[in-house]
């Protein structure tokens, strides 16, 4: 397994990454909060983000300190308000 | 051999069960567990038929049935109007395998003669019957799930994006009573998306525009115009009286006002929300056990990372897909049938053409719906949404 996670991102945090699936690299496995911090310090564009973004790892949303390991999918999901 | 038509009959009276009248009254008066079928055409079960008995047209038995009545080994009691229908019906579910059925003897007929209690469907006109009659057709809808449709009330906040979609659905669905909040007058640019609108009806009020298009496409359907903006000092009185909310407006103060109305009035949200290629769909119903809006985002981005469609642009379509969509949460949830979005977020990216599913938890902790909630009352939407 290479040392990554699959990461789905929606909305702005797409616009962001400028994709809409990367593969992130991890240097260890990690909570949810400190992969989104990883995020937010590989592109600072989602910094402003952070506070109000959600996780979710493999279809459920995530607890801040729920685990994320290698190979897991893990989304991005900000909310969004248009209508 | 039977080589009549007594014969036959004399014979498959002998190799059923039957039961009496008054056994079917003990056991609905004891709530004994039984499935009540009741075989007479659909003309003559409209005029009444025994409380809780299902409609299987004898002549649709054979194809309904199965998927009626699941368990081959429910105890079955099948009516007609004299017994003698019921008893070719019992003799035609015992040859498909199920293992306890009865016969009613004598029938209906005289179950009305004895004046023993008696239900109605809901009466729907001749011109509704043909209105609705691709929803009679299915047995998840029928006469009875058209009737609630029809005595339902759903509100709708945003005659917009998605708003549009959903109202005309609704309205075409015949669902009875449609509450319309729009502030809003139609402008040019609206119409790329907001399709119960007109070029023709361009300035007026968007509840004016969205009423005249609702009553041109379902008369049945009574409309209710709120023509403001949605506050903390309106919405009870805006969300009374209404069953379930259609959540299409376009700003995230109005999103947390209207889900902490919908916890403290306990009435489900059907959510939509787009951003230019991007959709979710989720259903709130958090008095019946789901999470709620801030269970999901305690927080909003701030202000200036929260565009607008106006500011950010949209597909046109995207909102027609999305609004749809609750609209269909909407009528399922009046016929209380199917499972709904409640707890699980449908993620739509139009470009990628991906539908998603996020499962969502409740969020003990939450200020509004958790164990100890610190939202009690309205709050201050615009300052929470505008701190960041
Ligand atoms: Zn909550």
Known sequence: MEHTVKMLAFAGARDVLGAGEIAFPLAAPCTAAELLAAVCARWPALEPYRRSIRVAVNGTYAAWEDPVAWGDEVALIPPVAGG | ?388
């Open chain 2, 1 to 388: 051999m039977p080589t009549t038509y007594t014969d036959l009959i004399a014979d498959i009276r002998k190799s059923i069960a039957t039961v009496t009248l008054e056994e079917i009254k003990r056991r609905l008066d004891e709530k004994t567990p039984m499935i009540l079928v009741d075989v007479r055409e659909k003309e003559e079960f409209r005029d009444g038929y025994i409380p809780g008995a299902i409609s299987v047209p004898r002549g649709f038995l054979e194809m309904q049935i199965e998927g009626k009545v699941t368990d081959k080994n429910a105890p079955i009691v099948l009516y007609c109007a004299g017994g003698t229908r019921s008893a070719l019906a019992a003799k035609t579910l015992s040859d498909l395998g199920y293992t306890h059925v009865e016969s009613a003897n004598p029938g209906f007929v005289r179950w009305k003669d004895l004046g023993l209690p008696m239900e109605k469907p809901p009466q729907l006109t001749e011109a509704q019957r043909d209105r609705y009659s691709r929803h009679l057709l299915l047995p998840e809808v029928g006469e009875i799930g058209q009737a609630k449709l029809l005595a339902s009330k759903v509100l709708l906040l945003g005659a917009g994006g998605l708003g549009s979609p959903a109202a005309l659905y609704l309205a075409a669905a015949g669902v009875g009573t449609l509450g319309l909040v729009d502030a809003d007058t139609v402008d040019a640019s609206n119409l790329q998306r907001q399709i119960i609108h007109a070029t023709s009806r361009l300035g007026t009020y968007k509840v004016d525009s969205a009423e005249k298009a609702i009553n041109d496409l379902n008369p049945d359907v009574k409309v209710i115009k709120f023509q403001e903006r949605v506050d903390s000092s309106n919405v009870d009185r805006i969300f009374a009286g209404f069953d379930v909310i259609v959540d299409g407006c376009d700003n995230f103060p109005t999103r947390y006002l209207v889900n902490d109305a919908s916890v403290f009035l306990k009435k489900p949200v059907v959510h939509g929300s787009i951003f230019r290629f991007d959709g979710q769909v989720t259903t709130f119903s958090p008095h019946t056990g789901g999470p709620c809006y801030r269970c999901l985002y305690p927080e909003p981005p701030p202000p200036h990372l929260a565009p607008s469609c106006q500011e950010a642009g949209v597909l046109g379509i995207l909102p027609g897909v999305v609004g749809v969509i609750q609209a269909t949460e909407a009528i399922k949830l009046i016929l209380g049938k199917g499972n709904p979005l409640i707890g699980r977020l449908l993620t739509y990216d139009s470009l990628r053409m991906k539908f998603g599913e996020l499962k969502l938890r409740r969020d003990k902790t939450c200020p509004v719906c958790g164990d100890n909630p610190t939202i009690t009352s309205y709050i201050d939407y615009e300052g929470f949404c505008s701190i960041g």
